[in-house]
Nanobody, 120 residues
């Protein structure tokens, strides 16, 4: 049974930085296809933030975070990270780590989320 667990959320001021971490139990990230981050702001739908294809390192970002957020993976630590810089109030939300099965496009695994609150 694969489980993803996010950590690193918190309350910060506008312009600050946070680094989110996602750890996996019951498997390792190289066993997955794509690992990604999503977020859900209060009263809004969940949205894609960033994705990382473990096999080749291909990375994609939502337009709203390009230049500010960086996704990365560390096989030795079995973790994926989301470095968030220049945070804005609109970045506030619950951030979720997710992963696909190898060679699949659907998001099969989800963490419980970590709260990020950016004060304005």
């Amino acid at each position: 049974q694969v489980q993803l667990i996010e950590s690193g959320g918190g309350l910060v001021q506008t312009g600050a930085s946070l680094r989110l971490s996602c750890s996996a139990s019951g498997g390792t990230f190289p066993d997955f296809g794509t690992v990604g981050w999503f977020r859900q702001a209060p009263g809004k739908e969940r949205e894609f933030v960033a994705g990382y294809v473990w096999s080749d390192g291909h990375i994609t970002y939502s337009d709203s975070v390009v230049g500010r957020f960086t996704i990365s993976g560390d096989s030795e630590k079995n973790a994926v990270y989301l470095q968030m810089n220049s945070l804005k109030s609109e970045d506030t939300g619950v951030y979720y780590c997710a992963a696909t099965r190898p060679r699949r496009s659907s998001w099969s695994f989800w963490g419980q989320g970590t709260q990020v609150t950016v004060s304005s």
